[in-house]
């Protein structure tokens, strides 16, 4: 008899939230064990937090090198960033900035099987939690998503510099928290324990609990955000984002049985971005998740109501709510053509084929 087993990767060895959490990177990496430290960012990304950060580095007498990266997290950049740490002998990787480049650390540090550690500059995505990585080809269209087998080591997540990034990054994330709960449960008219396995159904939970704090706390973040300022609410949402929107994405395959979810939000990000718009980066991934979150809600026969408070704070983020504010202005016919390519990407039942297509036509 074959044993399968149960793994939970929720994210990460070790969670740091806090003002001037650059601050004690090096402290924490030296207590550790760590030396020799692979830093990989973006310039603009590096810029915010440099100082604090090589300062700490500095002070705990640790070894580092820096690798500005620029580009998609394609194969060929894995490659060539594998052969860099193999040439300086890192301890751990650090990852610095936004959703491309910490997947491209984290797909770095799981091919070199050493320990990597994430500083995000921004709240767009969990992408700083989460045990996987978004592979692009060179024109950004997403080709396959990496799951690694090991979780990260630890992120430091520094609210002031993110309260310094523009507040769109903080909408997009936002919106892409709320796909996690309505994912969860699609095509279900309520979660229950006896409605999904142990996995799903702790996912879903705490989901719904994160949804609740961001209605109550997202708009005065967002206004925070604007402000350069750091506050409760701010804080609250950054949380979300990151630490506990992480948590619920592992809890997706704990469990015995095949992981299958109707994933209408995220699969529309895919697809519009390989196939339907001529610049693949002129929406940001959360951007693109949310359009595909009022239509989900609607195939999961939710309330009308809570369509509605979800549409209008997405207007109050600055938000997109329609089809046609991601440059999809099809005619009817061309129209049909994206419903079926979408179908298809998700592998939708033929049963659910006329909800799909009625919940797309009411956001065109």
Known sequence: MNNIFQIMKTGAGRYIQGVDAINIVGEELKRLGYERIGII?????????QDGLLKGLENSNLHYSVNFYSGYCTVVDIVNGIDWVNKNIFDCLLGVGGGKALDYC?????????????????????????????IYDERGCQQKILFHDDSLAGVFVDVKVIANAPSRYLAAGIADSFAKYCEYTSMLPYASFNDMNLGRYIGASLASVSDEILFKNANKAYEANQANEVTEEFENVVTCIIGITGVVSGFGSFSKQPVSRFALAHGLNEMV????????????????????ILAQKRVNNQAEQSIKKMENLFNELGLPTRLSEIDINYNDSKFDDFVNDLIVHCHIDKENHERIYSALQDIR
Request: glycine share 10%.
């Open 41 to 49: 960012t973006g310039n603009r990304a590096f810029l915010a937090v």
């Open 106 to 134: 984290k797909a770095i540090g799981a091919q070199v099987r050493i320990p990597v550690f994430m500083l995000p500059t921004i709240a767009a995505t969990c992408a700083a939690f989460a045990p996987l990585s978004v």
């Open 273 to 292: 971005r390989g196939n339907h718009i001529p610049d693949p980066t002129k929406f940001l991934h959360g951007e693109i998740v949310g359009v595909g």
